[in-house]
């Protein structure tokens, strides 16, 4: 199975036999009126960001913040708290530094500082497509110039 990137939607996706996006559903090899000045991809949350504009490619120095809420299979608050009265009568005091790190890093709350000019701030803040919560990514569709950025820092 070929995973390629859609050019409408940038969703890495497997394309059908008929070579349609199962995302958006549109033709994957036709590409007029897709715009390939825009790709995916995925940032680590609190990292520091090229100042180039994820959006357009221009040199910015404007930060956005944003953020997400892990959902899905994280355990509910109630489900946490009583996890955390167990662990801590079990375990005992002599664990509890250790295990209050572990709680620290299994916040649920994921943020970013996305560079983003002035011009596509007037559209509204980057859009969060995706959060990968295991490895603490977030997924945007962003400008090439942004991406080649984040690789030439890396
Ligand atoms: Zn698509
Ligand atoms: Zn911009």
Sequence with gaps: ???IECPHCYTRVA???DDSCPACQQNTIETSGADRSKTQTSV???????PVCCQCGVSTHRYVEVSATVAGNAPSPLARFVTFLLMVSIV???LFEKESRGFQRRRDR????MPQCDVCAQNGPPVLEYVDSENYRMTFVVDRAFKDAI???A
Excluded: E
């Excluded at 680590?44 to 090229?50: D, E, G, H, T």
């Design 92 to 94: 005992g005091f002599f």
């Design 110 to 113: 994921l943020r970013v500082r």
């Design 15 to 17: 394309a059908r036999s």
């Design 1 to 3: 199975m070929n995973i």
């Design 151 to 153: 690789v030439s820092v």
């Design 44 to 50: 680590p949350v609190q990292s520091a960001l090229p």
